[in-house]
């Protein structure tokens, strides 16, 4: 019986190619290690180092499943979601491949073989297409299959594949279905209508070598295949749309019942529907697979899905929630076949809800303003940059709405403003003072010269001995340096060149006369040449002199310590909170350490509590650190912790910090984790979407932490005259009274504004007060505004002034509830008042306040609000 569902689909076809000597190899992770693409864009991606020759194939044919996104960079499908049934961020590619095995006989006859036999499709619904040049794939497939010529077309740059300029490359043949003559005009794939033929496989034939002058025969051609599982299914299941088969439409009815949208009842409410569907698979994938949304590459392209999402279901009138419901039957529905998702679930359910209810509040602010932009026209580069910058609104977005409502918007000043903004950060940031660096040829040719640099120090502090065997000031060469910067390269140092987050080594050279060279840091001038950027004290350095190279020994062990530590806090960090977390970046100096990680939420002081006392509990047993080198294989056979994106040779070093912390690290660290001392957490913060910083400092360092702070909390006992274990229960009565207080002096305040508000009402004109009141609050602001509204009875109220700090301008607009009803609001008359102060204000139509920091511009605000008011009071339908 043919298979029908996609579960029966995936086992047939996986069982259909096990059956010709095909290894199953699982799904790889979304995440790609080639570092040219974002994603694993297809079923050959984690294949390609054999057949670009990097490396040895373990098997000479092999088939998978692969989950792919397309969305972002070159492969990118994201603007065509939703119109067509030929488009997906993500989807599921099936693959057959031959490294230097088999070729285009066997992989055109088991494909047609398989859809045909197995899948059972209708062969009179089956096309195919080849190359031009390519005419022994069109006899095999008219020759060995049967397939009639009328039935093979030859196509140009559509069937020829290439990686990329240059490396393997070959012609494809394709196959099609045709959904009928309900779907467009006949011809084949070659000229008829491409919504009704549907390319269901493409067999890529690699059998040439892209060089600069030509192609060359590869010696050893070789076989890929990609079959779309969706499309596949669309054909089995003898169905009109992408959106009808059982892995789509259950993920539809989803989205029909977060949103109360009926599937079928419009065309524009049928698309938002099926993106809704469309992208809960991609976001569940990609957040299980380790991406967090972020402003950058990965996280970039997972937040705007995850906001094109949350936008479809606010244009469909849905104003709960979407997403976790979207991913809750996402799993439901994909969950048997990649069951990492099941595990992921919670992690998925929390991070995508918390983006979409950060950026609903976003979308309200920004398509309030767009709104008013696209009604005048088109949108210009500072109205964008203003909706990027301040309001946080995406420019995609601003282009994707403007353009639904046949607007442009000017890219090339919102590109202008945004380089602006990125040369002033530049400017603000830059180092002061500069130096001559050696060019990367001057390290190559010592490299060279000598060849890598051996590194002593994991078994020393000190080496006597070492040669020199380069010297660079200047940024050149040199064979003698008696004075000043100058950069030397030994054949063997004790020094820690700084990598993996950990500083360089600090120390001292000394010659044989008493020469003295002092080590100011020590970095790579290539990957195996270690450069130390020294300051002669005191005599003459040449090429070839011996010398005593030391390490500032006391440094070097407060960054063991600090290092070692960051490991604890790692593994610690990951037992409180979720091994979703993961090393974004660190920094290890003497002083402190610093820990980047990915995290969707602040860390809690009770969890932080845990963390420090998990951490230090490892400390106090005085566990051995073994730090050895072994293959990359054996470290991730003992599980060792590796990172997406880090690339690793075939011998890496393993970190075994105690029982329980098991990572790679080429850093140096402390021998027994009770050297370590106390850890002390001293921060934790957000340093982005989704990321969190956590620091740290160690041993005498979190000693003298403790005292200080031992010392503040005695001489706040001592002011507030009690006990240090009072001093809480006594600050939080002092805080009572304070907010007693204030209370009372906002009652005051309130009587204030309705003494004054009487002043204003009197002063209306044509039920209208605009005024200046410098010296209040935002919340003051609004305070008088709304009392002289109700004084006045009926009408409108635009108050602005400057800030008590004299920092900040803010802006207050209240309007009589039966104005509110004739269509006047607040929030359109305080608009252009708060976006020349620099800021924007709310959306309620009877009271909207806001403001921003160019105080100096209150009187262009105050005409500005003097003016909407009047044109909103003229509007008026009883205005004369």
């Avoid at 060849?451 to 660079?472: H, I, S």
Wanted: proline content about 4%; hydrophobic content about 40%; charged content about 25%.
């Amino acid at each position: 019986m043919a298979p029908r569902t996609a579960d029966e689909l995936r086992t047939a076809f996986l069982d259909f190619f096990v059956a010709r000597e095909h290894t199953r190899v699982p799904s790889a992770s979304l995440i790609p290690h080639d570092p040219t693409i974002l994603f694993t864009v297809a079923g050959m991606v984690p294949f390609k180092p054999y057949f670009v020759g990097d490396e040895v194939p373990p098997w000479a044919r092999a088939t998978s499943v692969q989950k792919c996104v397309r969305a972002g960079g070159k492969h990118n499908d994201l603007d065509d979601i939703g119109r067509t049934n030929r488009h997906f961020t993500f989807f599921e590619m099936l693959g057959n491949f031959s490294f230097g095995d088999y070729f285009k006989a066997e992989a055109i006859s088991w494909a047609w073989e398989f859809v045909t036999e197995v899948l059972g499709l209708d062969p009179e619904r089956l096309w195919a297409t080849v190359h031009v040049s390519d005419d022994e794939a069109e006899a095999i497939w008219r020759d060995d299959v049967g397939l009639p010529a009328t039935r093979i077309q030859r196509l140009g740059d559509d069937n020829f594949w290439r990686m990329a300029d240059s490396g393997p490359c070959g012609p494809s043949s394709e196959i099609f279905w045709d959904l009928g003559a309900a779907f467009g005009a006949d011809g084949g794939p070659a000229t008829g209508d491409p919504g009704r033929f549907i390319e269901i496989w493409n067999l890529v034939f690699m059998q040439y070598d892209q060089r600069a002058d030509g192609q060359v025969p590869l010696p050893r051609p070789s076989i890929d295949t990609g079959a779309g599982l969706e499309r596949m299914l669309m054909a089995l299941q003898g169905v009109e749309s992408i959106f009808a088969i059982d892995v789509f439409r259950p993920l539809v009815e989803a989205a029909e019942g977060v949103t109360g949208v009926r599937y079928g009842a419009d065309s524009e409410g049928d698309v938002s529907l099926r993106i809704l569907a469309e992208h809960a698979r991609t976001m569940t994938f990609l957040v299980a697979d380790g991406v967090v949304p972020s402003n950058e590459e990965r996280g970039y392209v997972l937040r705007r899905i995850i906001r094109r999402a949350v936008r479809h279901a606010y244009l469909l009138g849905c104003s709960e929630a979407v997403t976790p419901t979207l991913v809750d039957a996402t799993i439901a529905v994909m969950g048997g076949a990649y069951p990492e998702i099941v595990k992921a679930h919670d992690l998925v359910r929390r991070t995508v809800g918390r983006e979409e209810e950060r950026f609903r509040q976003t979308l309200e602010r920004g398509l309030e303003m767009l709104d008013e932009l696209v009604q005048r026209g088109d949108v210009g580069g500072q109205d964008a940059f203003f909706l990027h910058d301040t309001l946080g609104f995406p420019i995609d977005l601003t282009r994707e709405i403007a353009a639904e409502r046949g607007r442009a918007v000017d890219l090339g000043g919102f590109t202008e403003r945004m380089a602006e903004q990125r040369a002033r950060a530049l400017e603000a940031h830059k180092a002061a003072g500069s130096g001559a660096a050696a060019p990367i040829e001057v390290y190559r040719e010592l490299f060279e010269e000598i060849g890598p640099v051996d590194f002593t120090g994991r078994q020393e502090y000190e080496t006597p001995g070492a040669k020199v065997r380069g010297l660079v000031a200047g940024g050149e060469r040199v064979a003698r340096a008696d004075s000043g910067a100058v950069e030397v390269v030994l054949d063997r140092t004790p020094f820690y060149a700084e990598s993996g987050g950990q500083v360089g080594d600090t120390g001292a050279m000394t010659t044989a006369d008493g020469s003295v060279l002092r080590v100011l840091d020590t970095q790579y001038g290539l990957p195996e040449v270690t450069v130390h950027h020294c300051e002669i004290e005191r005599g003459t350095v040449a090429d070839g002199d011996e010398v005593i190279a030391a390490i500032d020994r006391p440094r070097r062990d407060a960054i063991r310590r600090n290092h070692t530590a960051t490991h604890l806090l790692h593994w610690a960090l990951r037992e409180v909170l979720g091994t979703h977390v993961q090393q974004a970046g660190s920094l290890v100096t003497p002083d402190r350490l610093r820990f980047d990680f990915s995290h969707f939420e602040a860390v809690t002081p009770d969890e932080l509590e845990q963390i420090e006392a998990l951490a230090n509990a490892e400390v106090i047993t005085d566990a051995p650190v073994r730090h050895y080198e072994t293959t990359k294989d054996h470290a991730e056979g003992l599980g060792a912790i590796a990172f997406f994106g880090d690339k690793y040779g075939d011998l890496v070093r393993v970190l075994e910090a105690g029982e329980h912390s098991l990572e790679l690290c080429g850093g140096t660290h402390v021998h027994a984790l009770g050297f370590i001392g106390p850890i002390k957490i001293v921060s934790e913060g957000s340093i982005g979407a989704n990321l969190r910083r956590i620091e740290a400092i160690t041993g005498e360092g979190a000693l003298a932490h403790i005292r200080d702070e031992e010392h503040a909390l005695r001489d706040a006992a001592g002011m507030l005259k009690v006990a240090p274990t009072e001093v809480g229960a006594r600050i939080g009565k002092l805080l009572a009274e304070a907010k007693a207080l204030r209370a009372e002096l906002d009652g005051e305040r309130a009587r204030q504004a309705v003494s004054e508000a009487g002043a204003l009402a009197v002063a209306a004109r044509d039920g209208v007060v605009v005024a200046r009141r410098d010296g209040l609050t935002n919340d003051g602001l609004r305070r008088l505004a709304l009392a002289t509204r109700d004084a006045l009875g009926s009408g409108i109220v635009g108050l602005v002034g400057v800030t008590p700090d004299g920092a900040k301008a803010a802006v207050a607009v209240a309007v009589s509830k039966d104005l509110v009803g004739t269509g006047v609001t607040a929030g359109a008359i305080a608009a252009d008042a708060a976006r020349a102060l620099g800021g924007g204000t709310g959306k309620q139509p009877d009271v909207a306040v806001g403001g921003g920091p160019n105080a100096g511009a209150v009187e262009e605000a105050e005409a500005l609000l003097a003016q909407r008011a009047k044109e909103a009071a003229g509007s008026m339908p009883d205005a004369d």
